[in-house]
C-alpha cells in the first residue's frame, strides 16, 4: 500500500548510543519531515526537507542530523541518545510545501533511552 | 506566541452520543485550520480542513466549525461509535512561510467511547 513506512516500530537505546530511524515514502512527495510527540505536548517539528538534496532544521534540531540523498527516503539520526530523547518520532510526507495539502504520517516509531 | 489550545485534554462518552471538542488559537491571521484523527500507535489523520473564510466543513459524522473572529474552532462526532475512540488534532498554518516550521499542533484531546 502506498503511504510513509517507518522502521522500527519500537526500539530500546542506551545513552550515548546512535541510531538511525528509516522512513520511506512512495507517493513522489516533495516534502518530508520528522515529528516528536511527548504526553501533553503537540507534535514537534525536529527537521525537515522541501527535496532531495535540501534540509533544514525545525523547532527541536539539537541532538539529531538528517540527510536526503532522494526523493523516497528521509532518514533521522540520534548522534548520541539521551534520556529526554525518549518520545514517538513520526515521519510526514506532502505532495508541496505549502498548505494546500495535509500530511501523510508514518505509524510512529516508539524509542526509549535508558 | 502563537499557540493551539485545545480542550478538553480528555473526555469519555457512551457510544451513540454526540460530543464536541474545542480548539482556540492565538495564530492571526493564519491559513488553514485542520483537524487530525490518531489512532492508539499510528500516525495522525486528516480529516477536515478549513480556510479562514469558511465556516463549517463535514466529512461523515465529524462536522468542523470556525470561528475567525473569536479564534475557536469545533469538532462535532454525531452518533459515536467505539472506532472514534483516538485523539483529536487541532493543527493551524501560518501564512507568508512555505516551511512546516509554521504549522501549530494542538496537544490533543484523547476520546474514548464507551459500549
Known amino acids: 500500500n502506498a503511504g510513509v513506512t517507518q522502521t522500527p516500530k519500537f526500539q530500546v537505546l542506551k545513552t550515548g548510543q546512535s541510531m538511525t530511524l528509516q522512513c520511506a515514502q512512495d507517493?513522489?512527495?516533495?516534502?518530508m519531515s520528522w515529528y516528536r510527540q511527548d504526553p501533553g505536548m503537540g507534535l514537534r517539528l525536529i527537521h525537515y526537507s522541501v527535496g532531495a538534496g535540501i534540509t533544514d532544521q525545525g523547532e527541536v534540531p539539537n541532538g539529531y542530523n538528517v540527510s536526503r540523498s532522494t526523493t523516497e527516503d528521509f532518514p533521522l539520526r540520534l548522534l548520541s541518545a539521551a534520556p529526554s530523547q525518549t518520545s514517538v518520532y513520526f515521519c510526514?510526507?506532502?505532495?508541496?510545501?505549502?498548505?494546500?495539502?495535509?500530511?501523510?504520517f508514518g505509524s510512529g516509531t516508539r524509542l526509549t533511552v535508558v | 506566541k502563537n499557540q493551539v489550545e485545545q480542550s478538553p485534554q480528555s473526555l469519555i462518552i457512551l457510544e451513540g452520543k454526540n460530543c464536541t471538542l474545542q480548539c482556540n488559537y492565538t495564530v492571526s491571521p493564519f491559513s488553514n485550520l485542520r483537524w487530525y484523527k490518531q489512532d492508539t500507535g499510528r500516525g495522525p489523520v486528516s480529516l477536515t480542513i478549513?480556510?479562514?473564510?469558511?465556516n463549517t466543513k463535514s466529512n461523515g459524522r465529524y462536522t468542523a466549525t470556525l470561528d475567525a473572529d473569536t479564534k475557536q474552532s469545533s469538532l462535532h462526532i454525531t452518533a459515536s461509535q467505539l472506532s472514534d475512540s483516538a485523539s483529536y488534532i487541532c493543527v493551524v498554518k501560518v501564512p507568508g512561510y512555505s516551511s512546516a516550521s509554521k504549522i501549530i499542533f494542538g496537544s490533543g484531546t484523547r476520546l474514548s467511547i464507551r459500549p
Open positions: 510526514a510526507s506532502s505532495p508541496d510545501r505549502a498548505e494546500g495539502y495535509g500530511y501523510t
Open positions: 478549513m480556510t479562514f473564510s469558511e
Open positions: 507517493m513522489n512527495h516533495e516534502y
